[in-house]
């Protein structure tokens, strides 16, 4: 079975905690603190294989994390990092966050490696804490925690044209003629059951890529029939040929066809409606003798909207090479810049909401200093790196949303008192 879509679980690395220990030789009074920091956790890493062209490997496994870096040692040692883990997806891939939709990765164009997930932050050792006041610091800060997310894939084909229609007017014998694919042919609705994409090579200049858009019926947009499954393989196209059996061989009216499939695609993306699109009316020399020229129905009706209208045989291959010509000239006259989808979720901005304790208390010895512990305040300090100005305004505003700042007003913290937090200390103003 094609797989253009699967759910995954990613998580990175967690980092490393910093060490506690203290230089403890022979001649060497008072060495001091000498815990090592800890090592970063691995990130999860996307990246473009050129030689995939389905999701199929993710179909059979679904959760995969990056190593978690270690922790560091006495010594000053310094604690490994974590391996990274590199997922390998075809071509056009788009990654989504899996509850919202939002694009997290569009792997396209020039995207063809993105680290997804950062593996968390080594934790600083005790070294890093020793102070005129402080000479012994027993604290070393935590590893950031991992990060974990739950994406979508979904596999958008890069075609320059999008072929559509109803199942068997000859989508498949068109791409067969016209291309270099080898879709399989037969006389029945949805012989195709995944997209296929073909080269077009024209004489006297470049050609282009055709993909063969499987399975559209009337009511694709809302699920029923195939056409759902491959509707998102449209969006990157420039232009569509919208293919239609002129001859009405199974009794249904071409033109009404055109109208119900422009439909569903206005339904499932109305930007796809502002596409070009050529209607390739096909199966004419199964016209009979004497009848109404259906073609020129079909012309009277699109022309005057725009939307050239060719005769063709996709079995005997008339009327092929002014069509393809035609859509050459087309994609020449638009924008060649591929469709990417701009990335609208950002994981590193997710805050950590676990409901973890703390307390807040005075300090017995000194009435100006305050004291605040616990898991909550632990996890925090390690996600945040307070050497950076972003990092200290992001923390400042953690304390601010989850009440703790409310706490030390209750606790009766005064304007100049000191707030300590496994190390850091802080001067409390308004």
Do not use: W
Not at 223 to 243: A, D, K, N
């Amino acid at each position: 079975m094609f797989a253009d879509r699967a759910k995954i679980y990613i998580r990175s690395g967690k980092g490393g905690d910093g060490h506690v220990s203290f230089r403890r030789e022979l001649y060497v009074p008072n060495g001091g603190p000498d815990g090592g920091d800890g090592g970063k956790g691995g990130d999860v890493i996307f990246e473009v294989d050129k030689g995939m062209n389905a999701l199929t490997d993710y179909r059979h496994k679904s959760k995969y994390a990056a190593g978690n870096g270690e922790e560091g040692g006495k010594k000053r040692c310094h604690g490994a990092n974590g391996k990274d883990i590199v997922l390998k997806v075809p071509e056009g891939t788009v990654i989504k966050e899996a509850e919202s939709g939002k694009v997290i990765a569009d792997m396209s164009g020039t995207n063809t490696r993105q680290v997804v997930l950062r593996g968390g932050r080594g934790g600083k050792g005790n070294q890093h804490y020793a102070t005129a006041t402080m000479q012994v610091p027993k604290y070393a800060q935590p590893g950031q925690p991992a990060q974990e997310l739950e994406v979508q894939l979904e596999l958008k084909v890069i075609a320059d044209v999008g072929l559509i229609g109803f199942p068997n007017v000859g989508k498949s014998t068109l791409l067969s003629r016209v291309s270099n694919a080898r879709p399989q042919i037969a006389n029945y609705h949805f012989t195709t059951l995944n997209p296929h994409l073909g080269v077009v090579d024209l004489d006297d200049c470049n050609g282009f890529v055709i993909a063969d858009i499987p399975g559209l019926i009337e009511g694709a947009s809302e699920g029923v029939g195939l056409g759902h499954q491959f509707l998102r393989h449209i969006e990157r196209t420039r232009v569509l040929i919208h293919l239609v059996d002129a001859a009405s061989t199974e009794g249904r009216d071409p033109i009404d066809d055109i109208y119900k499939i422009n439909k569903e695609l206005e339904a499932y993306d109305p930007e796809l409606m502002k596409r070009p699109q050529v209607i390739a009316a096909n199966k004419i020399d199964a016209v009979y003798e004497g009848d109404e020229d259906p073609v020129q129905k079909i012309r009277d009706e699109f022309e005057p909207q725009g939307m050239k209208v060719f005769a063709i045989s996709a079995v005997s291959g008339k009327g092929l090479k002014e069509l393809l010509y035609y859509v050459k000239q087309l994609l020449d006259t638009i924008d060649k810049e591929p469709v990417i989808f701009e990335q609208e979720f950002f994981p590193e901005d997710v805050l950590i909401t676990e409901n973890l304790p703390y307390t807040v208390a005075r300090d017995e010895d000194d009435e100006h200093v305050f004291i605040i512990e616990g898991p909550k305040i632990e996890k925090m300090l390690g996600y945040t790196n307070l050497d950076s100005e972003k990092g200290f305004l992001f923390f400042q505003k953690f304390l601010k949303e989850s009440g703790i700042l409310e706490d030390l007003e209750k606790a009766g913290i005064e304007e100049g008192d000191t707030v300590r937090m496994y190390g850091f200390d802080f001067d409390y103003y308004k």
